[in-house]
């Protein structure tokens, strides 16, 4: 299983090269009043790429804390829950007896 993770990397590597040696001409940015002035193609794509990676990232890492919220919640009302049945429980005895 080693061998074909090292084989898969080895692989991806080669196409990103290839990626990079083919995608070399420069292009000009300009995003509102910031300009970016000859930057290679392919370190414009993967800027993208990696940004939108991260962006992606955080928004995921934000519903994970709500997630993990809305959970630590409901194990709060089961808990409590349980403890009224057996309150209940313990209710239910005395009476008949």
């Known amino acids: 299983m080693k061998t074909v993770r090292v084989v898969l990397i080895i692989f991806i590597l080669?196409?990103?090269?290839?990626?990079?040696l083919y995608n070399n001409q420069f292009?000009?940015?300009?995003?509102?009043s910031i300009k970016f002035e000859n930057m290679p193609l392919w370190l414009v794509v993967f800027s993208s790429l990696f940004l939108g990676i991260f962006i992606g990232w955080?928004?995921?890492?934000v519903d994970e804390l709500?997630?993990?919220?809305?959970?630590?919640?409901?194990?709060?009302?089961?808990?409590?829950?349980?403890?009224?049945?057996?309150?209940?429980?313990?209710?239910?005895?005395t009476k008949e007896q």
């Open 27 to 32: 292009v000009n940015i300009q995003y509102l």
């Open 66 to 93: 709500s997630i993990k919220k809305e959970i630590k919640d409901k194990n709060k009302e089961i808990k409590a829950l349980k403890e009224e049945i057996a309150q209940l429980r313990q209710l239910t005895i």
């Open 14 to 20: 080669a196409l990103l090269g290839l990626f990079v």
């Open 58 to 61: 955080f928004f995921m890492f």
